[in-house]
């Protein structure tokens, strides 16, 4: 059988509700087709009121038809779009169209600078054939077409300005860029590469010590994680033995309260017997007496008075010991003293758990030999934050409270018993036992250094400035240009000036307190030999437009 030839476009299989080709068509038992998520969005509107309506010849239907996809439109569909694919390829999405084309247009494969218009290959073929079109400038096919010509002088951006640093056409060049340095656009573009390549060798090699830094902090990661998780084996292990010894030694406490209890109630059941006896004695020969004193018969009284009176004097009284008090106040006593005690002992070990598990003090019963180098030294860094509690009205802090200033003017905080009044002065948040290490940055060399205890008065004069009293230590800097260090009122000049950046060191346990110029080396500044006898807080003095920020560890080892 000949195959019958039928004529057909795609306007004629359109939805009347999207106004485009159908998809997933069905049709409804009026005849007419929708696609089904056209149709579908129509009657979701009208659930409320249980008709439904087609949308092209408004025939109502009760209850909600059940959809069904329509195949045979579906199956033409599909053979109309392959039928299209075979044709000359048009212009898909995001490719350039033909400016000459009609009806359906074809894909442009380039585009004429001169002519300002784009063309596909048929009709591209006059700029290679004809003479007058041979000259023009063919380019690769765009969209951005109008964005190549000068808009002042509707010439083709064949220029770059260095002077001004814009494309520009060769007539700009005579007026509006005249005497600038240009150069072809080609020329420019080769050197700009040139330095793209450059920039992405930086960018590489900046990238890799990312990546190394960012696997190195995974290492550092998992290995915090398998410590800690150790760490909180041990502990659990520490305690669980602590707590045995405290329930052993409950237990012969216990033991002995009973033994000396059963102890004394012997003796006390012992004593009780006797004075019961005695009190039955001495009732039964009152009882007598009694008698006596009524007996009529003088005789016979006179012979009985004798007898009973002899008899009626206690013989071992005397050997009755009568203990006033049996308690055990002494034992609750000791106790409560020995609870006492070990809630100091508590309260002062485990005061601040540092951040890294090496400088949990507590648990060291071996001091490591001190740092040396850099590296040694950030094994112990501590994440200080300054606290705003403390700041003075004249300071203020960054958001990440890492960096104090000089406002320059008073500007009231609320009022609280930690803040300093007096001195330009805050303190850290966080406190530090065992080993800690943090690093500071002055921004002109004017302030002070310093470590505290956290008792420091916050008024007055020499009563809360750091260094001027037993509770903190000071390396400072603040007049003549003199470097020095104070701890109790009493100074001690150094010969080396403290530098912008300074490493400062705490052994809790050893007493030492050392702060260092940062270099690729550790330079001692100056050191102190003390007994510290409660937790440290880092503290900073600043003066009028004065900044100093503690340096995060991140931070220091990215750089």
Sequence with gaps: MAEVSISVNQDEFCCSVCLDVLKNPVTVSCGHTFCMVCINNCWDQEDQRGIYSCPQCN??????????????????????????????????????????????????????????????????????????????????????????????????????????????????????????????????????????KEIQEKMQRRLQKKEKMLQELKVEINTLKISAQAAVEDSE??????????????????????????????????????????????????????????????????????????SSEPKDSSSISIHHQLSFDGVKKSLTDLKDRLEQFYNWEFSVVPAQSSTVGVLQTVSALEPKTRSDFLQYFCQLHLDPNTLHHYLSLTKNMKEVCSRGSEDRYPDHPDRFDYRNQVLSKESVCGRAYWEVYMNNLIGSISVSYKGISRKGDNESMF???????????????????WHNNTETILTKRPPRRVGVYVDHRAGILSFYEISDTMTLLHTVQTTFTQPLYAGIRISTGSSVKLYDLVEIRSE
């Design 467 to 485: 260094g001027r009293n037993d509770q903190s230590w000071s390396l400072e800097r603040f007049s003549s240009n003199r470097p020095s260090f």
């Design 59 to 196: 025939e109502t239907f009760t209850p909600r038809p059940v959809l069904q996809k329509n195949s045979l439109v579906a199956g033409i569909l599909e053979k109309l779009k392959n039928m299209d694919l075979q044709a000359a390829s048009p212009a898909g999405s995001g490719k350039v169209e033909c400016d000459v084309c009609t009806g359906r247009k074809l894909r442009a494969v380039k585009s004429c600078l001169t002519c300002l218009a784009s063309f596909c290959e048929t009709h591209l073929k006059p700029h290679y054939e004809a003479p007058a079109l041979n000259k023009h400038k063919l380019v690769k096919a765009s969209k951005q077409l109008q964005e190549k010509i000068c808009s002042q002088h509707d010439k083709p951006i064949e220029i770059y300005c260095k002077t001004d640093n814009s494309p520009i056409c060769y007539m700009c060049t005579m007026h509006e860029h005249k005497g600038h340095d240009t150069v072809a656009a080609e020329a420019e573009r080769t050197q700009k590469q040139s330095e793209i």
């Design 237 to 310: 292990k520490i305690f669980t033995e602590m707590i045995r010894s405290i329930e052993k030694k409950r237990s012969e406490v216990m033991e002995l309260i009973r033994d000396q209890e059963e102890t004394g109630l012997s003796e006390a059941e012992e004593l009780l017997e006797k004075l019961e006896q005695q009190i039955s004695d001495l009732k039964r020969k009152n009882t007598e007496l009694n008698q006596l004193s009524q007996t009529e018969d003088h005789i016979s009284f006179l012979q009985s008075f004798h007898t009973l009176c002899i």
